[in-house]
């Protein structure tokens, strides 16, 4: 019997077993990415197209181009599309990224041959109906406007934009008048560019079955579908950062203000990044952080503070976040950057070190314990460009990091002088 009068012993986890993608070329070219695993009769196909936002020509062209595929094709009107998929049960996702463009469908397996005609319908005869554009276009600009005063969203754009700079697709900010100037030829433009075969990859997850898998072969990989010869042309951007290290954003009437700090630093492809993880977890990434203990637990500035590195295409940013009332700013900023001075001058200790540890690792296990969540971890390995071995060198990167080797990353990494602090909020007295 089950002692509750000792505690279990703790286990670290050494290897993650995560099961890989069947993967094959189907006739047409497109790859297809088979993970057959669940009990449940439920289905997810995804759509991987390369196109985002960093190929735009247009402010919104990506993901005006995205929503607006399942407002209305040549077989289904947008109500149609709707009243279908709600009888049979599924759901129809539609994102975009910097990079790529995602059209997703989750179905029940026995409803797979029905929705699939949909999504099939959608991807390959989209007509973007101007009626449906101008209501899908005052929607988002209603949302857009709603929330653009926040000052979380007021220094998450003025921290970018101090990065990159305003004409960098990484800095880039749509505003009022951009949404007006959407036109259905931009959008007709950008699907011809991107939404074809030679542009797509699949991502098949769930119970997959020989009639499912032979459907979804049929649908997108017996023929070439889309103009495969269109190609993006890319311009050269450059980034042209801000030369002020402070940049407040004046937010009328802001209750409490936002802080944004940070800088580039090593991205997913580095060598130092896996290592470099580790650090910021300490530093601000989990809720037992360096950053939390500190500022939230015992000083009582904020609700919450965090740090962690955002992963762009080429390159990676340093993100230290926080909201707190308009007379706690300087404080915050003073003990971030304590906390900072601490872990270059004094090693962390081997038990909060263990702490950190079994955190991440536990952590990484969630992230691969559920059928769809296995599936979103290898399409954003994938939409990065990185090998299967990313997942194993950042396990092995935790268990043998060193507090000697997490001061020597803070010293290289954590550079005060080299932070950008963006100040969203009331003007400071």
């Known amino acids: 019997m089950l002692n509750r009068n000792m505690q279990p012993e703790v286990c670290s986890v050494s290897q993650i077993d995560i099961l890989p993608p069947e993967c094959s070329l189907l006739p047409n070219g497109v ?45 289904y009107t947008t109500e149609q599309i709707a009243r279908k998929l709600d009888y049979y049960g599924a759901w129809l996702e ?17 409803y797979f041959k029905e929705t699939l005609t949909i999504l099939e319908s959608l991807v390959k005869e989209p007509v973007f109906p101007e009626a449906q554009l101008q209501t899908t276009v005052a929607v988002n600009k209603q949302h857009y406007l709603i929330n653009r005063d926040k000052v979380n969203v007021v220094s998450q754009k003025t921290f970018l934009q101090a990065l990159f700079g305003k ?14 100037r959407i036109e259905a030829d931009w959008l007709k433009e950008f699907y011809a560019s991107c939404y074809h075969s030679g542009n797509c990859a699949v991502y098949l997850s769930g119970r997959i079955t020989d009639d499912i898998r032979l459907r979804t072969i049929a649908a997108f ?10 190609v993006f042309e890319i311009p050269d951007y ?20 936002s802080v944004k700090m940070g800088n580039l630093t090593a991205g997913r492809l580095h060598p130092e990044y896996a290592d ?32 962690g590195i955002a992963s762009f295409q080429d390159s990676g940013v340093l993100v230290i976040s926080t909201e707190t009332a308009n007379e706690y700013v300087e404080e915050v900023i003073k003990e971030i950057y304590y906390e900072i ?13 263990d702490m950190v540890r079994n955190y991440m690792l536990g952590d990484m296990c969630r992230t691969f314990e559920s059928l769809f969540s296995l599936a979103d971890n290898w399409i954003s390995l994938h939409a990065a460009g990185l090998t299967p071995e990313y997942f194993q060198r950042n396990i092995d990167a935790i268990h043998a990091i060193t507090p000697a080797r997490l001061q020597q990353l803070a010293s290289t990494w954590l550079c005060k002088k080299n932070l950008k602090e963006i100040i969203a909020g009331e003007k400071l007295s």
């Open 31 to 75: 790859p297809l990415h088979i993970i057959n695993t669940g009990d449940q009769e439920v289905v997810r196909l995804d759509l991987v197209f390369e196109g985002g936002r960093w190929h735009q020509n247009h402010l919104l062209q990506a993901l005006f181009t995205n929503r607006m595929l399942r407002e209305g094709t040549a077989t």
């Open 94 to 110: 539609l994102s975009t990224s910097l990079t790529h463009s995602f059209v997703t469908l989750y179905s029940l397996s026995r």
């Open 167 to 180: 004409d960098h697709p990484y800095g880039m900010s749509a505003e009022d008048e951009d949404y007006d």
């Open 221 to 230: 990989g017996a023929e070439i579908f889309g103009n495969t010869s269109s």
């Open 238 to 257: 450059r980034m042209t950062p801000a030369s002020e290290k402070r940049i407040i954003a004046y937010v009328p009437e802001a209750v409490q203000s």
């Open 276 to 307: 470099l993880r580790v650090l910021i977890t300490l530093f601000g990434g989990y809720f037992g952080s360096r950053l939390m203990s500190n500022i939230r637990e015992e000083k009582g500035y904020t609700y919450g503070i965090s740090a």
């Open 341 to 353: 001075d601490k872990l270059q001058n004094e090693p962390v200790s081997v038990r909060e070190l």
